[in-house]
C-alpha cells in the first residue's frame, strides 16, 4: 500500500487486541519519527516511550478518564522540547560567546515555542503513518495539555519542554478494522482557500448540516438542535477544554517567565 492510500484509509483506533508488538516494530515507528521534517533541521521536540503501567494508569485520570490509554501496547508522549538547544549550546560555551561579543543571554520566546510545536506534531504524524504501514492503529491524545502541573512532575519536564500531544497505538480488534470511517464536518470548499481566506455562508453552513442530517441521523446533546450547537456543548464549552485552557495558559507562562 502507498502513503496516500494509508493516508486515505487511516482512521483512529480506540480499542486494541491483547497483543504485544514486538521491540523491532516500536523502534521502526519511532525511527521513522526520527525522520520527519523539522525546522532548520533542529529536531526540537522529544519522545518519551511509556511502558510503566502505573504512569498509564495515572495519564487514564489526567487525560478525561481514557481507558483505552492503560491498554495501548504502546504509549508514546510528544513533546515541544527546546531544552536540549538550551543545554548544548550552554554546554558549548554560549556564556564566553555572548560576553565576546557583547550580547544578553538569550531567553526563549513565543517563536521557539511554536516551533517546538510544530516538530512535535509533525514527528507525531510521521509515526501516526508508519504505525499504520505496519498493520497498528492509533489514536492521538491531545488532552495530554490538561493538567500540565501533574504531568511535568510526572514526566520531570525542565522548564522548555512541553506535552503537546501523545499517541495510542496498538494491532486494532476486527471491530475497529471494519468500523466505518468517522465523517467530517466540513467539506472541501470550506477548508481550502485560494489566494485569500473565505468565510463559508449561512447557506453553505445549513447545506453542510442537511447533508449531515441524511447521511447520519446524528443523535445530539439535549437541547441541541443541530451539530454546531451539539460540538459548542460538548466540545467547546466543556469542562475539559475549560481545563486545558488553564493549563495551556500554565504551559505558556512557564516557558516565557524569567
Not at 516500536?26 to 525546522?39: H, L, M, R, V, Y
Amino acid at each position: 500500500m502507498n502513503c496516500l492510500e494509508l493516508i486515505m484509509k487511516r482512521k483512529s483506533v480506540r480499542v486494541y487486541e491483547e497483543k504485544e508488538i514486538p521491540r523491532e516494530i516500536k523502534d521502526k515507528i519511532i525511527t521513522a519519527a526520527f525522520q520527519a521534517p523539522t525546522a532548520g533541521n533542529m529536531m526540537m521536540y522529544s519522545i518519551i516511550d511509556i511502558d510503566d503501567q502505573s504512569i498509564k494508569n495515572k495519564l487514564v485520570k489526567t487525560c478525561d478518564n481514557q481507558g483505552m490509554i492503560g491498554k495501548a501496547p504502546i504509549l508514546l508522549l510528544f513533546l515541544a522540547d527546546f531544552q536540549r538547544w538550551m543545554d548544548y549550546i550552554e554546554a558549548s560555551g554560549v556564556e564566553k560567546f555572548n560576553k565576546e561579543n557583547n550580547l544578553e543571554k538569550y531567553i526563549p520566546k513565543e517563536g521557539d515555542m511554536f516551533l517546538a510545536i510544530n516538530d512535535a506534531l509533525i514527528a507525531a504524524q510521521t509515526a501516526v503513518l508508519a504505525a499504520e504501514d505496519l498493520g497498528l492503529g492509533s489514536c492521538y491524545i491531545g488532552d495530554i495539555m490538561e493538567n500540565f502541573e501533574i504531568h511535568k512532575e510526572l514526566f520531570n519536564l525542565p522548564k522548555y519542554a512541553l506535552p503537546i500531544t501523545m499517541l495510542c497505538i496498538g494491532y486494532p480488534t476486527e471491530q475497529q478494522k471494519n468500523r466505518t470511517m468517522k465523517r467530517r464536518y466540513f467539506t472541501k470548499d470550506m477548508l481550502v482557500h485560494k489566494n485569500i481566506y473565505r468565510k463559508p455562508s449561512i447557506e453553505e453552513f445549513e447545506d453542510m448540516d442537511k447533508e449531515i442530517a441524511e447521511k447520519d441521523s446524528p443523535a445530539f446533546l439535549s437541547g441541541c438542535h443541530n451539530q454546531a450547537i451539539h460540538m459548542y456543548k460538548r466540545k467547546i464549552t466543556s469542562d475539559f477544554m475549560t481545563e486545558m485552557n488553564r493549563s495551556v495558559k500554565a504551559m505558556i507562562n512557564s516557558w516565557l517567565r524569567n
